[in-house]
């Protein structure tokens, strides 16, 4: 073999060997990077279930703290609406108490009239119903044509006898009927003079019936009644005077202690 024939196969054989070594190395290589991608893979699993687990673990510490703050503001919900409604039943008993406090003062002591009184409180009249048809049918048969304040003045004579039990003259007379019929010291008004066909019984007829002559005798009955009432709730313009009659200067002379309203004179005889 001659030299050139020798050294073109060692040429050869170091280009396969040097092949060889560059294939092994590329294998390597190889390995070498399937290793790191593996290694790799495996932290970002790991890293991956960490920050599962991290978020489930911050899921759950805020469902504890929504939880707790969601029950802490219930509980204080429902001790506010406890005191609220506490305080609500306090107040209704001290305005209930108020209200019992109010209605047991009198009503001078609360700064107001009998007819607001009577509004707090309704109360029955003390009077009756034939009580107020005697004392209206005596003012219209005694001062059926007289003014308002006229009817009113009557009706109070009637009433200062009825309650002055202590004068010797009216102490039997207890009830307005008794007043108007008494006759212990003679007949007291005259209108009472006939029995069945006297003044106050045609009066009291056309009172029980509602039948009258005309429309001005029905008013006058009307205008009778608002006074008896007023008297029977208290209304007086005379005081105590305990008799009247047709106004005459002889009587005005005599009883100094009087007042005249239109057609009559009312009065005291001491």
């Known amino acids: 073999m001659s030299i050139r024939k020798l ?47 991290t978020a489930e673990d911050t899921t759950e510490n805020q469902k504890e703290k929504s939880k707790s703050t969601t029950e802490d503001t219930t509980e204080d919900s429902i001790e506010e609406t406890n005191e609220e409604e506490t305080a609500s039943e306090t107040d209704a008993e001290e305005a209930k108490d108020g209200e019992t406090a109010l209605l047991s003062i009198a009503p001078a002591e609360q700064g107001i009239s009998e007819t607001a009184a009577i509004l707090v409180v309704e109360e029955e009249p003390w009077y009756t119903e034939e009580d107020l048809k005697y004392l209206t049918c005596l003012i219209y048969s005694e001062a059926g044509d007289q003014c308002y304040e006229g009817k009113l003045a009557v009706a109070n004579v009637v009433l200062n006898r009825m309650n002055n039990q202590d004068e010797y003259m009216f102490g039997h007379a207890d009830t307005i009927k008794d007043v108007i019929y008494d006759k212990k010291w003679g007949t007291q008004f005259s209108v009472t003079i006939g029995g069945s066909s006297s003044m106050i019984a045609t009066a009291l007829t056309r009172y029980e019936t509602g039948k009258y002559p005309n429309q001005e005798e029905k008013a006058a009955m009307q205008e009778c009644e608002k006074a008896a009432k007023a008297a029977l709730e208290g209304e007086n313009n005379i005081g105590d005077y305990l008799f009247f009659r047709m106004y005459n200067k002889s009587t005005a002379n005599k009883y100094k202690n009087h007042v005249i309203i239109e057609d009559h004179i009312f009065y005291n005889t001491k």
């Open 7 to 53: 050294l073109f196969s060692i040429a050869e054989l170091l280009i396969v060997s040097g092949t060889g070594c560059i294939e092994a190395q590329a294998a390597e290589a190889a390995r070498n990077a399937q290793e790191t991608v593996s290694t790799e893979a495996d932290a970002n699993q790991t890293q991956g279930e960490e920050s599962k687990d």
